[in-house]
């Protein structure tokens, strides 16, 4: 029972995030964005559209594991992605434009690999580590794919879509 109690909250937490997400994209200045890459991709002249990108270096200052009220894994992946939409939108004055819509990921098996060992780092090292290497000869180039087939993985897409 607990369970369907905490799904129900964090369906009504997402569904609340989402609603923002869905404001933030009625703003009128979206529409200003959108015309403004086409222009770009028209290679009209016009204002140079600047974005942030951080590749996520910073993201878990913005929303931090304490500010994640969802309790699943996955609706707290999405709970974090809308969280940080919003974040975005106020605080970040760069042409992104924000779409009314939750993406979800299509669900990938990705070959497997012999994964690299890791040598613990020592605490002098500042969190620097050693990489033990995975091919020390030609003999062991043929085990490192232990799989080699790409496929979709359609039944967690679709709990992904859910």
């Known amino acids: 029972m607990e369970s369907m109690k905490s799904d129900k909250q964090d369906r009504r937490i997402l569904q609340e995030l989402a609603k923002q ?11 200003e964005r959108k015309q403004l890459w086409k222009q770009v ?6 204002r140079i559209p600047v974005l942030l990108r951080t590749n996520n270096l910073y993201w878990h200052e913005v929303v931090p594991e304490t500010a994640i009220l969802c309790t699943g894994r996955l609706a707290r992946e999405y709970e974090r992605r809308l969280r940080l939409q919003i974040w975005q939108w106020a605080n970040v004055d760069d042409d992104c434009v ?3 819509v939750v993406e979800y990921a299509t669900s990938v ?10 040598a613990e780092p020592g605490a002098e090292t500042l ?12 003999a062991d180039i043929a085990s490192i794919l ?17």
Not at 127 to 138: K, S
Not at 146 to 162: G, H, L
């Open 21 to 31: 997400v869905r404001d933030i994209a009625a703003h009128p200045v979206q529409e």
């Open 109 to 118: 098996r990705y070959p497997r690999r012999i994964q690299p060992r890791k």
């Open 146 to 162: 232990i799989d080699t087939e790409c496929r979709v993985d359609w039944d967690a897409t679709s709990r992904n879509r859910e």
């Open 41 to 46: 991709n028209r290679l009209e002249r016009c």
């Open 98 to 100: 924000t779409e009314p």
């Open 127 to 138: 969190g620097a580590y050693h990489v033990e290497p995975v091919i020390e000869g030609g």
